[in-house]
Nanobody
Framework: QVQLVESGGGLVQAGGSLRLSCVASGRAFSMHTMGWFRQAPGKDRQAVAAINWNSGDTLYRDSVKGRFTISRNNTKNAVYLQMNSLKPEDTAVYYC????????????WGQGTQVTVSS
């Protein structure tokens, strides 16, 4: 079982930046992919960005491309989401996740961190 702890959320004005962090811990866990989803009030959870733990290949949803950057630190078992040029529509609870393999069946979630962007 892997535990994920997020940090870095908060309140920022439109155009500002935030950096989210997520650290994984546990016994004998493996990670194939780490990434971030977000969920705004009354809306479905949506994928934001993901990174392959071994290759470092990344994926982004279209609306955040060029503004958000996902990165990892293999030594610290950590993933980061640098969010620049934030918009009010980025307001949501951001959840870190990790997949133990490429199937996505064995997925673990963090508790979420609130990001609020004021206009």
């Amino acid at each position: 079982q892997v535990q994920l702890v997020e940090s870095g959320g908060g309140l920022v004005q439109a155009g500002g930046s935030l950096r989210l962090s997520c650290v994984a811990s546990g016994r004998a866990f493996s990670m194939h992919t780490m990434g971030w989803f977000r969920q705004a009030p009354g809306k479905d959870r949506q994928a934001v960005a993901a990174i392959n733990w071994n290759s470092g290949d990344t994926l982004y949803r279209d609306s955040v491309k060029g503004r958000f950057t996902i990165s990892r630190n293999n030594t610290k078992n950590a993933v980061y989401l640098q969010m620049n040029s934030l918009k009010p529509e980025d307001t949501a609870v951001y959840y870190c996740y990790t997949d133990a393999d490429r199937s996505g069946v064995f997925r673990s979630w963090g508790q979420g961190t609130q990001v609020t962007v004021s206009s």
